[in-house]
């Protein structure tokens, strides 16, 4: 016989609440579990036959980082079951109190989405001139005539340094002829 909501007492019900409140931290801990088994998973399905070279590998870096964070999850799970309790930021200027800006995180995600669908079409310097632009107006500046000239410049730095001194291809569109 299964134990409907209803049939808990109220008493009963809010102290599971309470519970749950106190130890919102295994949220967090949860996540990293989930995160540390995707990335495990990942590496060790990892095809490196052709990549590999010596004893470190390309399964090396993500192996580590997937078991680490299977570490931070149960100590942090250990931690917060044990009556530790995450310090709220004192040197912020954070109303905690006040509802999160829904507008802003939306707007911030968009811009993110849009640089990722126009990367490949306009290459990474205009969809990064226009990430850069994007997120700095939907923070809130709005130097139209000083924003969009450093959103360039940083875009075009960044796919300088990544492409030519690091070695990682960036897709360089329209302007790939040009860089």
Not at 6 to 25: C, V, Y
């Amino acid at each position: 016989m299964t134990t409907q909501t209803t049939d808990i007492p109220p008493a009963q019900r809010s102290e599971k609440r309470s519970w749950l409140r106190e130890h919102s931290e295994l949220g967090v801990c949860a996540l990293l579990l989930v995160l540390g088994v995707l990335v495990l998973t990942d590496a060790l399905t990892m095809d490196v036959d052709i990549a590999q070279r010596g004893p470190v590998g390309p399964k090396t870096v993500p192996v580590v980082v997937g078991a680490g964070l299977l570490v931070i999850a149960a100590l942090l799970a250990v931690d917060v079951l044990r009556g530790g309790r995450g310090q709220a930021e004192s040197g912020e200027d954070v109303d905690l109190s006040e509802p999160a800006d829904w507008r802003t995180v939306l707007l911030l995600a968009g811009v993110f989405l849009g640089a990722a669908v126009l990367i490949e079409p306009l290459g990474f310097p205009v969809a990064g001139a226009l990430l850069f632009w994007g997120a700095a107006f939907t923070l809130g500046s709005r130097r139209i005539d000083r924003d969009p000239l450093i959103a360039a410049g940083l875009a075009l730095v960044t796919y300088v340094v990544f492409n030519n001194l690091l070695g990682v291809p960036l897709p360089g569109g329209p302007l790939m002829g040009v860089l």
